[in-house]
């Protein structure tokens, strides 16, 4: 299973990105793929949080085209939410114990946790999934 950090998510929809045509072009064609998607809330809403706000990205998006972007994402055969539950936030809270902090790591963990749980692997260019030595992390912008 495909677990996507909101980073490419991100990249694939900010047309401002440098990393914009390959993010674009690799979500496209995981969506359209055989291999299944397990989309954490915690990157559905980091989505619509960054992809939203105005200082953040320089031409941002209405909340009702990141309700779009999602809904389609979640229509496709492939993809499908990944709710958390109690396993999740102790896994999480597991691997930041592990990885020594929390701070900006949190979110990720929750992702890594997610992946866990699935059997997944997490992709992003995000180096910091390395911090997590269980989880399997494939950086499809390398």
């Not at 055989?34 to 809403?45: C, N, Q, R, S």
């Not at 994402?73 to 990885?99: C, G, I, Q, Y």
């Not at 946790?113 to 911090?131: C, I, K, P, W």
């Amino acid at each position: 299973m495909i677990v996507p950090d909101a980073n490419l998510l991100v990249y694939a929809y900010d047309v401002e990105s440098p990393q914009h045509p390959q993010a674009r072009d690799w979500w496209e064609s995981v969506l359209s793929g055989p291999e299944a998607i397990g989309i954490p809330y915690v990157v559905l809403l980091g989505f619509t949080r960054i992809m939203t706000h105005p200082r953040i990205c320089k031409v941002p998006i209405t909340t009702g085209q990141a309700q779009r972007a999602v809904n389609a994402w979640l229509e496709t055969p492939v993809a499908r939410p990944l709710a958390p539950m109690m396993s999740t936030l102790k896994l999480a809270f597991k691997l930041l114990d592990e990885a020594g902090r929390g701070g900006n790591l949190v979110t990720d963990a929750f992702i890594a946790a997610h992946a866990l749980e699935s059997g997944g692997t997490v992709y992003s260019n995000d180096q910091d999934f390395r911090r997590f030595s269980r989880v399997h992390l494939i950086n499809p912008l390398a």
